[in-house]
C-alpha cells in the first residue's frame, strides 16, 4: 500500500524524464512531430475538402434545383406524362394549410426551338418567378443577361414576346446572344400546333447536365398561353425551414394529398401523387455523402499509419542507443514497468505535439481553402459534372470541428500503438546483457 | 363486275401474268420455277396501291379526325403531291391552325407557321414525333417514300379471309434499311385491288399499329378507299381517321410546285 502511494508520487518526475528524453536528440524527435504533423494536416484538409465538395453538392441539389421535397404524379415520374398534373386548386389548399412552407410549382414540355437556320429539341420548363425565388436560388443563377421571365415586347402583328431564359450550353450549341429572338414549336395538349417567339433575356449558369443542354426556362404565364395546358402543373417544389423536419414535413403533404385526393379526387390516367424529399430525389448525392465518411477514415488511417512508421523508427533508434541506460536503471531497481511507461510516455509526447502543431498548421490551410478553394475556373470556366449534378470550378473547404477531433484521436491512438514495439524491448531486456 | 376484273388483271399482269397462267396449266413442276413472276407481281400490286391516293400528281381535300383519351380534334386538309417525293400538306380548319403547312421533299420536312410567320424544319431527332397532334409521326411521311428501298415484299397468301378473296403481302426489312417497323402485312382485296387493311408489327413480333381502309369508291378506272384509320394497338380508345371528300389525279404540277416560297403562299 505505501509502496503504490510512492509509485504515483513518482509519476510526475517520470512525465518530466520522459519530457526530457525527447529533447536529447532535438533534430530527430522534431522530423518525427514534422512527420506526424503533416499526416495529420492531410488527413484534416483531404476531410475538409471533400465535406466541401458534398455540401456544395447538397447546396447546389437543394438551394438551386431541386429544393426540399417534390411532389409528383406517377405517370409524370415514369414517362413525362405532359397530361399528368396536379391541379392549382391543389396547390391553393397547401399555401393555406402549410404557411410556413414555401412551394414553386413547376410545368414542363418538349419542344423544338429554331433561331435562324438551326433548330434543336429543347425542354421547357415553366416557373412563377415570385413563388420560385422563395423556393430556390435559381433566379440568382445567371451568367449573362437578366433573369426576367415577363413580357418583352408586342410585334407589328400584335403578338405578345415573352422572355425566356436558356442553357448556357444551348446558348452555345445555338450561337445565340441576349435579345435575339427564338421559335418554340411544340404539341400543345389540345393536339394543335404550339407556337410562339421568345426573346433570350438571359443564359444561365450550369446548373444539371441536361436542362443546361436543352433548357428553356419561361414563365407559367407564356408556357399557358404556348401549350394550353391550364388545369393543372407537374411538379411542386417545397422548400422548409429547418432540415431536422424534413422526414416529418414530408409525412404531412402525404397526408395532406391523401386528404384533398378525397375532396377532390384526381383523373385516372395521371396516377397517385408522389412526395419525395431531395435524398430520394439525389440518390447520388446521398450516396456520395455517406460515402464521404467512409472514405476519408480509410485515407486517413493510412496516411497516418505510414507517418506513425517514422515515429516507430524513431522510438526503436532512442531505445536502442539507451541500451546501456536502461540495464543501469533496472541494475538498480527500477521496475520494469515503469521503464516501460516511460517510453511510452516519450512516445505520446510525440504524438500530442504532432496533434497541435498539425492541428494549428492544418487549421490556417484550411482557413484559406474555406475562403478561396481550389480554382479551376481557367482549365473548366463551366465546372464540371459529377452523378448528374455541375459543380462550380471551385473546390472549396468546409472543416467540422469533429473531423479535427477524430483526426487527433486516430492519429494519437496509431502512433501508440506503434510505439509498443519499442517499449516491449525494453521491457524484455536483461541488465546484465545491456550493461556489457 | 367480272369485266372489271379481268381488266384490272390484265393492267397488273400484262406479260408476266399471262406467261405464269400458261406454265402453271401446261407443266406444274415448273410451278416453282415460276417463282420471279409472283415477285413482279407484288411490285406491281405495291404500285398500283401507291398510286391509289397519289397518281403521278393529285390533289386532295381530306379531314382528319384526330381522337385520344384528352383530347378530340378535327382538321380540313388539303394536299398535293408529286410521286413520292414530293408533298405539300395545309390545313385550312380549323381557325385557330388555319394556313399551317408541311413541305415534304425526299427526306426533309418543313412546316410553315403563319402565327409567327417562320418556316422551321423538323431536326432529325423529332422525327418520331407525331405530326400535327395525330397519330402518324413525321417519320410516316418521309419513310413513305423509300418503303420500295427498305423493304423485301412478298405475297404470303392469296385466297379468302372473312368472305373475302384477298392477296396478303406481307414486307420485311432489308438487312440495313434504318426502319421503324420489323414486317409490314397488308391485305388487298383480289376483285378491286384496294387495300383492306395493314398490320405494323415492331421487331419482337408484336402488332403495334392497325390501318383499315374502307368506304372504297371509283375514281376513274380505280377504286380508292375514301376512309383511312390508323389504330395504336396499346391505346384502344385512341385513333386518327382520315377520310377523303375529294381526289383529283394526274393534274400538271411540277417539282417547283414544292418549294418554300409556296410553303408559305399556299396558306
Known amino acids: 500500500m505505501k509502496n503504490n502511494v510512492s509509485s504515483f508520487s513518482q509519476l510526475p518526475i517520470l512525465i518530466f524524464i520522459a519530457w526530457r528524453n525527447l529533447w536529447r536528440n532535438p533534430v530527430r524527435s522534431i522530423l518525427t512531430i514534422s512527420a506526424l504533423a503533416s499526416g495529420l494536416i492531410m488527413v484534416i484538409l483531404y476531410a475538409s475538402l471533400l465535406e466541401g465538395m458534398t455540401r456544395q453538392m447538397v447546396r447546389f441539389a437543394t438551394e438551386i434545383s431541386i429544393s426540399d421535397i417534390q411532389v409528383h404524379r406517377q405517370a409524370y415520374i415514369d414517362d413525362q406524362d ?74 407589328k402583328n400584335g403578338f405578345v414576346r415573352y422572355n425566356v431564359v436558356i442553357g448556357a450550353q444551348l446558348a452555345k450549341n445555338m450561337n445565340v446572344k441576349i435579345g435575339d429572338e427564338l421559335v418554340l414549336v411544340t404539341q400543345a395538349v389540345d393536339g394543335s400546333i404550339g407556337n410562339a417567339l421568345y426573346r433570350i433575356a438571359g443564359v444561365l449558369k450550369p446548373l444539371e447536365p441536361n436542362f443546361d443542354r436543352i433548357g428553356v426556362l419561361m414563365s407559367i404565364k407564356a408556357y399557358q398561353q404556348l401549350m394550353y395546358l391550364k388545369d393543372g402543373f407537374h411538379e411542386l417544389a417545397i422548400k422548409i425551414n429547418d432540415m431536422a423536419l424534413l422526414q416529418d414535413t414530408q409525412n404531412k403533404i402525404k397526408n395532406e394529398l391523401t ?44 496516411i497516418v499509419s505510414l507517418a506513425s512508421l517514422g515515429m516507430l523508427n524513431t522510438m526503436l533508434m532512442a531505445v536502442h542507443e539507451r541500451t546501456h541506460e536502461f540495464g543501469i536503471l533496472l541494475a538498480i531497481g527500477m521496475k520494469r514497468r515503469w521503464l516501460l511507461l516511460m517510453v511510452l510516455f516519450e512516445s505520446f509526447f510525440l504524438a500530442l505535439v504532432s496533434a497541435v502543431v498539425g492541428t494549428l498548421i492544418g487549421l490556417v490551410i484550411n482557413e484559406y481553402f474555406e475562403e478561396h478553394g481550389i480554382d479551376f475556373s481557367k482549365s473548366m470556366p463551366d465546372g464540371y459534372d459529377w452523378a448528374g449534378m455541375i459543380f462550380e470550378p471551385v473546390m472549396k473547404g468546409y472543416l467540422l470541428p469533429g473531423d479535427v477531433l477524430y483526426a487527433c484521436l486516430m492519429m494519437m491512438v496509431v502512433t501508440m500503438l506503434a510505439s509498443l514495439i519499442p517499449s516491449w524491448r525494453t521491457v524484455r531486456l536483461k541488465p546484465a546483457d545491456a550493461m556489457r | 363486275m367480272k369485266q372489271i376484273k379481268a381488266n384490272k388483271i390484265n393492267e397488273l399482269h400484262n406479260k408476266s401474268g399471262r406467261k405464269f397462267y400458261f406454265k402453271f396449266l401446261l407443266l406444274f413442276p415448273l410451278f416453282f420455277i415460276s417463282f420471279p413472276s409472283f415477285a413482279v407481281e407484288v411490285n406491281e400490286l405495291i404500285h398500283h396501291i401507291d398510286k391509289l391516293w397519289r397518281g403521278d400528281t393529285s390533289h386532295a381535300t381530306m379531314t382528319m379526325t384526330v381522337k385520344t383519351r ?176 375529294d381526289i383529283v389525279l394526274d393534274i400538271p404540277l411540277s417539282s417547283a410546285f414544292f418549294s418554300l416560297q409556296n410553303l408559305q403562299k399556299r396558306r
Open chain 1, 82 to 155: 405532359i397530361y399528368a398534373t396536379l391541379p392549382w386548386s391543389y396547390l391553393k389548399k397547401m399555401e393555406q394549410d402549410f404557411p410556413s412552407l414555401h412551394f414553386s410549382p413547376r410545368i414542363y414540355a418538349a419542344g423544338l426551338a429554331s433561331v435562324a437556320d438551326t433548330s434543336t429539341g429543347v425542354l421547357i420548363k415553366a416557373v412563377d418567378p415570385k413563388r420560385e425565388k422563395e423556393v430556390t436560388k435559381l433566379f440568382e443563377h445567371v451568367r449573362h443577361g437578366k433573369l426576367d421571365l415577363g413580357i418583352a415586347d408586342t410585334t
Open chain 1, 259 to 302: 386528404q384533398l385526393g378525397k375532396q377532390q379526387p384526381l383523373d385516372k390516367f395521371g396516377g397517385k401523387p408522389v412526395v419525395r424529399n431531395w435524398r430520394q430525389l439525389t440518390p447520388a448525392v446521398a450516396d456520395m455523402m455517406e460515402m464521404s465518411k467512409a472514405i476519408v477514415l480509410v485515407v486517413g488511417f493510412i
Open chain 2, 70 to 245: 384528352h383530347y378530340e380534334r378535327s382538321m380540313t386538309l388539303e394536299a398535293w403531291s408529286r410521286g413520292k417525293e414530293y408533298s405539300l400538306i395545309v390545313i385550312r380548319k380549323p381557325i385557330k391552325d388555319k394556313g399551317i403547312a408541311t413541305l415534304k421533299v425526299k427526306e426533309n420536312i418543313w412546316n410553315y407557321l403563319p402565327k409567327i410567320n417562320r418556316v422551321t424544319k423538323v431536326p432529325s431527332s423529332m422525327m418520331s414525333g407525331s405530326w400535327m397532334g395525330s397519330h402518324f409521326s413525321n417519320d410516316d411521311l418521309v419513310k413513305e417514300s423509300t418503303f420500295e428501298g427498305d423493304y423485301h415484299s412478298s405475297i404470303t397468301f392469296e385466297g379468302k379471309r372473312d368472305g373475302v378473296a384477298i392477296y396478303e403481302i406481307t414486307s420485311i426489312p432489308k438487312l440495313n434499311a434504318a426502319v421503324v417497323w420489323g414486317k409490314v402485312v397488308m391485305q388487298i382485296d383480289q376483285k378491286t385491288l384496294s387495300p383492306r387493311i395493314a398490320l405494323y408489327y415492331d421487331e419482337e413480333g408484336v402488332l403495334i399499329r392497325t390501318m383499315t381502309f374502307d368506304q372504297p369508291q371509283k375514281i376513274g378506272k380505280l377504286t380508292v378507299p375514301m376512309r383511312l384509320t390508323l389504330q395504336p394497338e396499346d391505346k384502344p380508345e385512341e385513333s386518327t381517321v382520315i377520310i377523303y371528300q
